[in-house]
């Protein structure tokens, strides 16, 4: 039998749009892109032209209407996502939410529900549980590598999105109500450590302002000014996890560079390093004490057996997505592990205030 061609629109025509999904999509699945849409028409036509794409929209609702599609990737900005992603799951079609899917935990739960009821398939970026070196680290812990892992920090941060990344869109909307570096850094951080360690018991957490006006760096608004004094550039998060571990995450736009690894793990007997990029399918870096051997130091570890296959791109979301509608299963990047994030992303504003640890409900 012909393997089914998956048709996908990508709504949200932006930078990551253009750096990731739009380039990726016929080598991550058996798919092509039908249709974009982005509130912005030179934009939507834009992405059109340049990728030979058949149809472009400004308005979901009219693309749900008018256009033959299967699966839509939510990459618009932050604040539209829950809206995008009622009416595409309202409207049967499988989907991929770009971070956070949704406002609050009971939005997401919706958009969950919907998707039940309609029996479709929901996937929620980031992709880090589909990383190689983060899997290849849990099989290390699982045999034992660092003997008992009991706590890590992760340094997830840049300089913020009108520095950091080539924009041709204006990035204010990244300092509005709704978005901030928590919602776009943080929930990369979070989703992490939460990959390496479990579900999270509570947190605490202390934050700042540290750039209250910042000017774009590149691209077609280039030294527009932007007023980021309303939402916290850096996070310092504390956690503890269900399985009695402790972490810790430094996040936010207020590094300009940083040497700091993305990850470490600490075990009784021995520490895993993350501090190569990502999508090159690294091997993480880990320091072993093998007392039994009478020897101690870092290595490079080569896979003997390497079970979790290597990434291609941003977009392997597709992949997972499209493995789940073909197979009938879980993806790997579920919509209940995003909305335990999220519910620590929208309890971190009580936990600043109040000084205090806060309990964490939610598991996945
Ligand atoms: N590594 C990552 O995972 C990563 C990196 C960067 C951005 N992102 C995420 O990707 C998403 C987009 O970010 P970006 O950097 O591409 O932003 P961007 O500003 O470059 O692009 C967003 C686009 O969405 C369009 N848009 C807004 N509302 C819309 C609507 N209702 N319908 C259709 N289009 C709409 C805007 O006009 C704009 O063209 C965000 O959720 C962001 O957090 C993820």
Not at 62 to 83: N, P, T
Not at 129 to 149: C, H, S, T, W
Not at 210 to 222: E, F
Not at 233 to 250: A, M, P, Q, R, T
Request: net charge negative; with cysteine.
């Amino acid at each position: 039998m012909e393997k089914k061609l998956w048709k996908v629109a990508v709504i949200g025509c932006g930078m990551f749009a253009h750096a990731q999904y739009l380039p990726n999509i016929a080598r991550e699945a058996n798919a092509v892109c039908v249709a974009v849409c982005d509130i912005v028409p030179e934009r939507a036509r834009a992405a059109c032209e340049k990728y030979g794409v058949a149809e472009w929209y400004t308005s979901v609702d009219e693309m749900i209407e008018k256009c033959d599609f299967d699966i839509a990737i939510d990459v618009a900005s932050i604040q539209a996502h829950h809206e995008i992603n009622m009416a595409v799951l309202a409207a049967g079609k499988h989907l991929i939410s770009q971070k956070p899917a949704a406002p609050t935990v009971e939005a997401l739960t919706e958009q969950i529900e919907l998707a039940r009821r309609m029996g479709v398939k929901f996937v929620c970026v980031p992709i880090h549980p589909m990383r190689y070196d983060l899997n290849f680290a849990k099989q290390m812990m699982r045999d034992g590598v660092i003997g008992e892992p009991t706590y890590l920090k992760c340094n997830l941060a840049h300089g913020g999105p009108e520095y950091f990344q080539y924009r041709d869109a204006d990035p204010s909307w990244f300092y509005e109500d709704g978005a901030g570096a928590l919602v776009d850094m943080g929930v990369h951080g979070l989703q992490i450590v939460t990959t390496m360690f479990g579900p999270v018991r509570s947190i605490s957490c202390t934050a700042a302002i540290t750039d209250p006006a910042r000017t774009v760096r590149s691209g077609k608004y280039n030294g527009l000014q932007i007023k980021s004094d309303q939402i916290p550039d850096v996070y310092l998060i504390s956690l503890i996890f269900e399985n009695g571990k402790i972490g810790f995450i430094d996040t936010g736009f207020s590094q300009k560079a940083s040497k700091t690894p993305q990850l470490e793990i600490y075990g009784t007997e021995g520490t895993i390093t993350f501090s190569k990029p990502y999508m090159e399918n690294p091997a993480p870096e880990v320091y072993m004490d093998c007392r039994e051997r009478g020897i101690r130091g870092w290595i490079n570890p080569a896979a003997w057996e390497v079970r979790q296959e290597k990434l291609k791109s941003q977009c392997c979301c597709l992949t997972d997505l499209v493995r789940a509608i073909e197979c009938d299963t879980e993806p790997v990047l579920t919509p209940e592990h995003a909305r335990h994030v999220l519910e620590i992303m929208c309890k971190i504003p009580e936990a600043i205030e109040s000084g205090a640890t806060v309990a964490i409900e939610t598991t996945f």
